[in-house]
Antibody, heavy 120, light 112 residues
Framework: EVQLVESGGGLVQPGGSLRLSCAASGFTFSSYWMHWVRQPPGKGLVWVSRINTDGSTTTDADSVRGRFTISRDNAKNTLYLQMSSLRAEDAAVYFC?????????????WGQGTLVTVSS | DVVMTQSPLSLPVTLGQPASISCRSSQSLVLGDGNTYLNWFQQRPGQSPRRLIYKVSNRDSGVPDRFSGSGSGTDFTLKISRVEAEDVGVYYCMQGRHYPYTFGQGTKLEIK
């Protein structure tokens, strides 16, 4: 059974940093592109960042470029999102999402999400 | 960015009646190999999104056959043949063809 379990969310002050983790199991992690998608409270879904199978290629949404860094450790079956210079508008539930074996967004499995709150 | 426009945004439906959600993309989602990366997701209250339909019309494992997807190019539709109480939630279309991937605004389905 495919499982994606996020952790690392919490309350952080504006300008602060946070690292999210996503532990993957039930599939060959190193064979899949992975993504982060966020959902601000009461709002819709927004794609944040993607990483290819070996971690050599990453792409971020304009809204987080230069502040967020996606990475992965295939030996640990874990996806990360390092967030810095956090703003109020970054407050959201962050979902770890499995992509496909190609660059195209298939998004077949989602984690339960981890809540990030940005407030002083 | 590719804009995904859903309608309606609110969908009150009587139990047992059909429902339909439209999704229009601002650019074609068709790849050269013929694949079209258009997904539909269901998000029940308090839950993570769940993919229902991929590549326009392919139902995911475990998804009831009352859900169906159709369309081509830039116009897509999700249909529920007979709405059940468990179908309450928000439905999103999403394109996975162009960077950045984008979602529709969401359609909130409720029972009348």
């Amino acid at each position: 059974e495919v499982q994606l379990v996020e952790s690392g969310g919490g309350l952080v002050q504006p300008g602060g940093s946070l690292r999210l983790s996503c532990a993957a199991s039930g599939f060959t992690f190193s064979s899949y592109w992975m993504h982060w998608v966020r959902q601000p409270p009461g709002k819709g879904l927004v794609w944040v960042s993607r990483i290819n199978t070996d971690g050599s290629t990453t792409t971020d949404a304009d809204s987080v470029r230069g502040r967020f860094t996606i990475s992965r450790d295939n030996a640990k079956n874990t996806l990360y999102l390092q967030m810095s210079s956090l703003r109020a508008e970054d407050a959201a539930v962050y979902f770890c999402v499995r992509g496909g074996e190609t660059i195209y967004g298939e998004f077949d499995y989602w984690g339960q999400g981890t809540l990030v709150t940005v407030s002083s | 960015d590719v804009v995904m426009t859903q309608s309606p945004l609110s969908l009150p439906v009587t139990l047992g009646q059909p429902a339909s959600i439209s999704c229009r993309s601002s650019q074609s989602l068709v790849l050269g190999d013929g694949n079209t990366y258009l997904n539909w997701f269901q998000q029940r209250p308090g839950q993570s999104p769940r993919r229902l339909i991929y590549k326009v019309s392919n139902r995911d494992s475990g998804v009831p056959d009352r859900f169906s997807g159709s369309g081509s190019g830039t116009d897509f539709t999700l249909k529920i043949s007979r709405v059940e109480a468990e179908d309450v939630g928000v439905y999103y279309c999403m394109q996975g063809r162009h960077y950045p991937y984008t979602f529709g605004q969401g359609t909130k389905l409720e029972i009348k």
